[in-house]
Nanobody, 117 residues
Framework: QVQLVESGGGLVQPGGSLRLSCAFS????????MGWYRQGPGKERELVAQ???????NYPDSMKGRFSISRENAKNTVYLQMNSLKPEDTAVYYC???????????WGQGTQVTVSS
């Protein structure tokens, strides 16, 4: 069974940076495509970034420039580097794992990011 545990969230001032981590428990991490999503207050969950098993990142146009996703397959971990944070980036950030062979998706519990002065 796959389990995902996010960490690294917190309170940061506008213009600051945070790096989120997602620890994957399970087997064959390198097969999974990993992603970060977020859900702000009163908003729908939206995609922030995705990365394939072999490390190719993909970002929606609205997320390009300030967010960077990476993974370390040896550590079963995926990261989200967030720079130049804005108050509108305030949200719960969720880690997602997608298993292409079975088309199964798994979610973490989320980590709160608050951007405020």
């Amino acid at each position: 069974q796959v389990q995902l545990v996010e960490s690294g969230g917190g309170l940061v001032q506008p213009g600051g940076s945070l790096r989120l981590s997602c620890a994957f428990s399970g087997t064959f991490f390198s097969i999974f495509a990993m992603g970060w999503y977020r859900q702000g207050p009163g908003k729908e969950r939206e995609l922030v970034a995705q990365i394939t098993g072999d490390g190719n990142p993909n970002y929606p146009d609205s997320m390009k420039g300030r967010f960077s996703i990476s993974r370390e397959n040896a550590k079963n971990t995926v990261y989200l580097q967030m720079n130049s944070l804005k108050p509108e980036d305030t949200a719960v950030y969720y880690c997602n794992a997608w298993h292409p062979p079975t088309r199964s998706a798994y979610w973490g519990q989320g980590t709160q990011v608050t951007v405020s002065s």
